[in-house]
């Protein structure tokens, strides 16, 4: 059996992926997140829903 420490040196384990916030309001922001995107992802062209989503991964990175 490989420790912990090998699954992660080899990729096998990926605690970033797993991150999920302890934040009460975390599941209702995050549903309001999606009905929104999903919202405008209706409204505008694929192109313009595109540069929306990009923009918003950088605001996400900002956000840290």
Known sequence: MKSILEELY??????DENIISRDPQYRSIHRKISESLDKWKGMLS???FNELEAY???IIKLAG
């Open 56 to 58: 918003w991964i950088y």
């Open 46 to 48: 694929e192109e313009d």
């Open 10 to 15: 080899h990729g096998k384990i990926r605690p």
